[in-house]
């Protein structure tokens, strides 16, 4: 797949990824997060691996790959979903969309320090406009009051996500990313289901008694959808163009986020949203190295010629 395919399908998974955040903050709010959130990713990892089964792409994991895979899993699924769930609870959108804007930068520094990923000086400057943009976005209309315990929670699930994308990274050279998810996912969620058995004991019972039709199309939606098919997709980006070009992307998630709080919470989009949203489009363009490629691609063309 050529550069550019793989960076559209990552702009679609960020739409997806980006109403994601309206529908886990519906879930968690009416029901309890951990507990929600295990079985929304139990549902997830089983909805890739139906989907690999479809296409002829499951195996087992070798001994090696299988310890990867449980390390990435704890940082990727229980960490990250863990302490996102929770954040999500105790935190502004303002604060939460801020740190998660961090991402990329995370990602990035940790990849220039354990995989050799070099940082040019576009991709610098890519990285500053795109969290310029989120802070654009998620700065409208509100101050940033301090570090609260949410806002805590929510850098820690941005960190260890960050963390994943560099294990993903160190194997996906011999395990099919897609397959990887799916194991990541089941693992983890089996992990968030225990833990909320212990923190929620009346989970369960909760769901069972605030459920509703709407809720389970969000339910859905939100495990088969975004959290499967976006989490296959983008992991096998990341084994394809690295974690942190791919990790760029994922200052796209504040504004369609705010697009989705505008069509389903009749939230309002300003000036300033547009504004942030050209900064973030910019940023992607250069730290993605998307127009690194195109100008080394026309000075290959020339030399040709």
């Known amino acids: 797949m050529k550069p550019y395919r793989t960076y559209l399908i990552l702009f679609f998974v960020m739409i997806a990824w ?3 955040v309206t529908a886990t903050k519906i ?3 009416n029901f309890l997060p951990v507990t929600i959130t295990g079985i929304r990713v139990l549902t997830a990892g089983l909805t890739v691996f139906l989907l690999l089964f479809l296409i002829k792409k499951g195996r087992w994991l070798t001994k090696k790959e299988f310890w990867y895979v449980f390390v990435a899993s704890l940082f990727n699924v229980v960490a990250h979903h863990y302490y996102l769930s929770i954040g999500l609870t105790g935190t502004t959108a303002t604060n939460g ?3 998660m804007g961090m991402s990329p930068l995370l990602t990035t520094i940790l990849a220039i320090l354990f995989i050799g990923t070099p940082l040019t000086p576009l991709r610098g400057i890519g990285l500053l406009l795109g969290f310029t943009g989120v802070a654009f976005i998620v700065l409208e209309g509100s101050e940033v009051t301090g570090i609260s315990f949410g806002d805590a929670y929510i850098l820690l699930s941005v960190l260890t996500q960050a963390v994943s994308f560099i294990l993903i990274k160190r194997v996906a050279h011999t395990l099919d990313p897609r397959l990887m998810t799916g194991y990541m996912m089941v693992i983890g969620s089996l992990f968030l289901i225990v833990i ?3 923190e929620e004991p009346e989970g369960f019972a909760g769901i069972i008694e605030n459920s509703t039709v709407p809720l389970w199309l969000i339910y859905f939606a ?4 975004a959290t499967a098919v976006g989490h296959m997709l983008y992991n096998e980006a990341i084994g394809k163009i690295g974690a942190s070009e791919a990790s760029i992307f994922i200052n796209l998630n504040p504004f369609f986020a705010l697009v989705g709080a505008s069509l389903f919470l009749n939230e309002k989009i300003g000036f300033q949203h547009i504004l942030g949203f050209l900064l973030i489009i910019t940023g992607v363009l250069l730290g993605s190295g998307a127009v690194d490629e195109i100008r080394n691609r026309r000075l290959r063309k020339k030399d040709a010629a």
């Open 27 to 29: 879930l968690v709010t």
């Open 18 to 20: 980006g109403l994601n």
């Open 196 to 198: 909320g058995l212990f």
């Open 222 to 225: 939100s495990a088969c959808i």
């Open 97 to 99: 969309g801020l740190i």
